[in-house]
């Protein structure tokens, strides 16, 4: 039986004959044995490697051995049938430097593919390459990491490395590189802060980097770097493997991993965790790729008719919950974590995923460091696989330590992300507050009409802005027209409050505290660099907008109020208030989370005229963000003008 490749090519499914008869693509397969162990891959000593390889629908395995990144093979060993469908070879002498693949034959045909487990691959990621790790260790390599005890302490600044350093005024050597990223001491017009400086004053405790790992020589060659090249990297090949042409010399296998390690431990020295955004939901091509060339028809999902899933809309579905390809996820992530100090991991369209697979990650993790973060896109998508195992906001209630992002609140905030010129509340859109109010509680179910998906605050990841589709400034400009430019600035400064003041998991796109724009373009995962790059000065014009953002990211690290840890907490402590239209308040009561305020008072106010508002009788408020707003303040009264938050507290 076959089905029809990515290009239109006919994909076996490898030799039913080899194992019994039970066809590789049916649920049956998963039946038989696995394998168990711990030394997939390659094992590396100077005086031996030992390779295996889990492949066992072929009838013949081969080790290829090359002495560079191309060039003919230096010598093809066979390798030798071994338990749970592995097959085993173990060869004397010292492998270092050299390059590997796996050759595996069915009935008519040799397929030629890299080590799935390879750690370390030439340039363009089509050889694995031999390397002893320890070498590629920093020559500080510490276990140390910035203190975090909550994931709703975390302040998440999702990046594309490219898009930090290229700009021509930041003043960033190593444009475009993991190096680029760990310089300091940079500066960019006005001598304002650029780079990872910029990074670090701002106050975020976690820089998301967009994928790392080594993705499809279509998305960016990594021999032909002196030309234009950008790709956000949702292409992956080599799952285990810093991407190349982040390097400053892709050819020699160790240089991409030491100057990644690097750059982790500057982020750490620098007080910042590393979130890692990870895609093993589809593959980049579903016939090329090393998994199908090794073990045709398992690792992607099928429908009954023969053809692939695809509710990626990328050509295919990773089949997360067969056992193998579980366990090569799990493997992953905690191959990651353990050998480059990774200290949280988004999963990218997390909702094709299954629950099996998810918890299994977890629990690894917790048994690792439970201080690692779990966040994914829990979209409700299409895929064969049964609703209730998909790793979805619907099924959230099985998935309790993972943050899910919370497009419910995003839409409420800021309007449509596929209507354009819908209006959110910071814009004066009608009809939603209700739907902000569930963003404020953290997504839990607080009471009649205000609920989400999410059992715990930590479920939700709160955001207005991310790497798709437009930037909030973009999508203001779009929706908001008659406005003038100094309003939608409020509206936009008010849409980054409300994330930083809400229950859950606040997350910032990068360049959203200086109004980020990308010109209008929706989405720019190949566009040029200068619609993707961090726009200093931009920045360098928007400095009182930072500042902004330094004290609200302070006012939620000084206020414990602002990150409840339990939906028991929320409900016992938050308290909506009496307002008029567009605007929504409420109070945090009775030092809720341990908070040095007795109580505080938040109001979100979208419109520009003054406005009245009762305060409940709990004591002498005083302003503690937002009091340029204040007309007028008493006990009982608060007149407020102009779009913006505004905090009070009774100390």
Same mark, same amino acid.
């Given at each position: 039986?076959?089905?029809?490749?990515?290009?239109?090519?006919?994909?076996?499914?490898?030799?039913?004959?080899?194992?019994?008869?039970?066809?590789?693509?049916?649920?049956?397969?998963?039946?038989?044995?696995?394998?168990?162990?711990?030394?997939?891959?390659?094992?590396?000593?100077p005086?031996?490697?030992?390779?295996?390889?889990?492949?066992?629908?072929?009838?013949?395995a081969?080790?290829?051995?090359?002495?560079?990144?191309?060039?003919?093979?230096?010598?093809?060993?066979?390798?030798?049938?071994?338990?749970?469908?592995?097959?085993?070879?173990?060869?004397?002498?010292?492998?270092?430097?050299?390059?590997?693949?796996?050759?595996?034959?069915?009935?008519?045909?040799?397929?030629?593919?890299?080590?799935?487990? =390879?750690?370390?691959?030439g340039?363009?990621?089509?050889?694995?390459?031999?390397?002893?790790?320890?070498?590629?260790?920093?020559?500080?390599?510490?276990?140390?990491?910035?203190?975090?005890?909550?994931?709703?302490?975390?302040?998440?600044?999702e990046?594309?490395?490219?898009?930090?350093?290229?700009?021509?005024?930041?003043?960033?050597?190593?444009?475009?590189?993991?190096?680029?990223?760990?310089?300091?001491?940079?500066?960019?017009?006005?001598?304002?802060?650029?780079?990872?400086?910029?990074?670090?004053?701002?106050?975020?405790t976690?820089?998301?980097?967009?994928?790392?790992?080594?993705?499809?020589?279509?998305?960016?060659?990594?021999?032909?770097?002196?030309?234009?090249?950008?790709?956000?990297?949702?292409?992956?090949?080599?799952?285990?493997?810093?991407?190349?042409?982040?390097?400053?010399d892709?050819?020699?296998?160790?240089?991409?991993?030491?100057?990644?390690?690097?750059?982790?431990?500057t982020?750490?020295?620098?007080?910042?965790?590393?979130?890692?955004d990870?895609?093993?939901?589809?593959?980049?091509?579903?016939?090329?790729?090393?998994?199908?060339?090794?073990?045709?028809?398992?690792y992607?999902?099928?429908?009954?008719?023969?053809?692939?899933?695809?509710?990626?809309?990328?050509?295919?579905?990773?089949?997360?919950?067969?056992?193998?390809?579980?366990?090569?996820?799990?493997?992953?992530?905690?191959?990651?974590?353990?050998?480059?100090?990774?200290?949280?991991?988004?999963?990218?369209?997390?909702?094709?995923?299954?629950?099996?697979?998810?918890?299994?990650?977890?629990?690894?993790?917790?048994?690792?460091?439970?201080?690692?973060?779990?966040?994914?896109?829990g979209?409700?998508?299409?895929?064969?696989?049964?609703?209730?195992?998909?790793?979805?906001?619907?099924?959230?209630?099985?998935?309790?330590r993972?943050?899910?992002?919370?497009?419910?609140?995003?839409?409420?905030?800021?309007?449509?992300?596929?209507?354009?010129?819908?209006?959110?509340?910071?814009?004066?859109g009608?009809?939603?507050?209700n739907?902000?109010? =569930?963003?404020? =509680?953290?997504?839990?179910?607080?009471?009649?009409?205000?609920?989400?998906?999410?059992?715990?605050?930590?479920?939700?990841?709160?955001?207005?802005?991310?790497?798709?589709?437009?930037?909030?400034?973009?999508?203001?400009?779009l929706?908001?027209?008659?406005?003038?430019?100094?309003?939608?600035?409020?509206?936009?400064?008010?849409?980054?409050?409300?994330?930083?003041?809400?229950?859950?998991?606040?997350?910032?796109?990068?360049?959203?505290?200086?109004?980020?724009?990308?010109?209008?373009?929706?989405?720019?995962?190949?566009?040029?660099?200068?619609?993707?790059?961090?726009?200093?000065?931009?920045?360098?014009?928007?400095?009182?907008?930072?500042?902004?953002?330094?004290?609200?990211?302070?006012?939620?690290?000084?206020?414990?109020?602002?990150?409840?840890?339990?939906?028991?907490?929320?409900?016992?402590?938050?308290?909506?208030?009496?307002?008029?239209?567009?605007?929504?308040?409420?109070?945090?009561?009775n030092? =809720?989370?341990?908070d040095?305020?007795?109580?505080?008072?938040?109001?979100?106010?979208?419109?520009?005229?003054?406005?009245?508002?009762?305060?409940?009788?709990l004591?002498?408020?005083?302003?503690?963000?937002?009091?340029?707003?204040?007309?007028?303040?008493?006990?009982?009264?608060?007149?407020?003008?102009?779009?913006?938050?505004?905090?009070?507290?009774?100390?």
């Open positions: 039986m076959s089905v029809q490749g990515g290009k239109g090519e006919p994909m076996d499914y490898g030799d039913p004959a080899v194992v019994g008869g039970v066809p590789v693509h049916v649920g049956g397969f998963d039946g038989l044995p696995g394998y168990e162990g711990d030394d997939l891959g390659v094992s590396y000593t005086e031996r490697s030992a390779f295996r390889l889990w492949a066992p629908t072929s009838r013949q081969e080790l290829v051995l090359y002495d560079s990144w191309q060039g003919d093979a230096s010598a093809v060993l066979p390798m030798t049938r071994d338990i749970g469908g592995t097959w085993i070879l173990t060869v004397k002498g010292d492998l270092e430097g050299k390059f590997y693949t796996y050759r595996v034959w069915f009935e008519d045909r040799w397929n030629e593919a890299v080590d799935p487990y =390879a750690r370390a691959v340039v363009n990621g089509d050889r694995g390459a031999i390397l002893d790790l320890r070498k590629t260790d920093p020559l500080r390599w510490t276990e140390d990491k910035p203190p975090f005890d909550n994931p709703v302490d975390a302040v998440i600044y990046l594309h490395l490219r898009d930090l350093s290229v700009h021509p005024a930041g003043g960033i050597r190593q444009k475009g590189k993991y190096t680029g990223l760990a310089e300091s001491g940079t500066r960019g017009p006005g001598g304002i802060l650029t780079g990872l400086d910029h990074i670090a004053d701002l106050g975020v976690h820089v998301q980097l967009q994928p790392i790992a080594d993705y499809a020589t279509e998305s960016v060659d990594e021999t032909k770097l002196d030309q234009p090249h950008y790709n956000w990297g949702y292409d992956p090949k080599n799952y285990n493997v810093p991407e190349g042409s982040y390097a400053t892709p050819y020699v296998p160790g240089v991409r991993i030491k100057e990644l390690k690097c750059l982790i431990q982020l750490h020295d620098r007080g910042l965790r590393v979130v890692m990870v895609v093993y939901n589809h593959v980049y091509d579903n016939f090329r790729m090393n998994l199908t060339k090794l073990v045709p028809g398992y992607l999902r099928y429908k009954a008719d023969g053809t692939l899933s695809n509710g990626s809309g990328c050509g295919n579905d990773c089949a997360t919950e067969r056992k193998m390809m579980s366990r090569y996820i799990a493997d992953s992530v905690l191959y990651w974590a353990r050998e480059y100090h990774i200290d949280g991991f988004r999963f990218d369209l997390m909702g094709l995923m299954d629950i099996g697979t998810m918890t299994e990650i977890r629990r690894r993790l917790d048994e690792l460091d439970p201080s690692i973060l779990t966040i994914g896109e979209w409700v998508m299409d895929t064969e696989l049964a609703p209730s195992q998909r790793a979805n906001q619907q099924n959230s209630a099985s998935l309790p993972f943050g899910q992002f919370n497009d419910g609140f995003r839409d409420a905030v800021k309007g449509s992300i596929f209507l354009h010129n819908r209006k959110g509340f910071v814009s004066g009608a009809g939603t507050e739907g902000v109010m =569930a963003g404020i =509680a953290g997504g839990i179910t607080y009471g009649p009409g205000i609920w989400q998906f999410a059992q715990e605050p930590q479920q939700s990841v709160n955001f207005v802005e991310c790497h798709d589709n437009h930037t909030l400034w973009d999508k203001l400009l929706s908001t027209e008659g406005a003038t430019d100094e309003e939608r600035r409020a509206m936009h400064r008010l849409a980054s409050a409300m994330v930083l003041t809400s229950q859950g998991i606040p997350f910032l796109h990068a360049g959203q505290e200086f109004m980020r724009t990308k010109n209008g373009i929706e989405n720019s995962y190949n566009g040029p660099e200068d619609i993707n790059w961090l726009d200093w000065q931009r920045c360098a014009a928007h400095q009182d907008d930072v500042e902004y953002m330094k004290k609200l990211i302070v006012l939620r690290k000084e206020h414990p109020a602002f990150r409840l840890r339990s939906a028991e907490e929320i409900r016992r402590g938050l308290f909506f208030e009496r307002s008029p239209g567009g605007a929504v308040a409420y109070t945090l009561r030092h =809720a989370g341990g040095s305020a007795s109580h505080l008072y938040v109001v979100y106010k979208a419109n520009v005229g003054e406005m009245s508002l009762a305060l409940p009788k004591g002498e408020w005083q302003p503690l963000l937002g009091g340029e707003q204040i007309v007028r303040l008493t006990k009982e009264q608060a007149i407020i003008r102009g779009i913006g938050m505004t905090v009070l507290a009774v100390p």
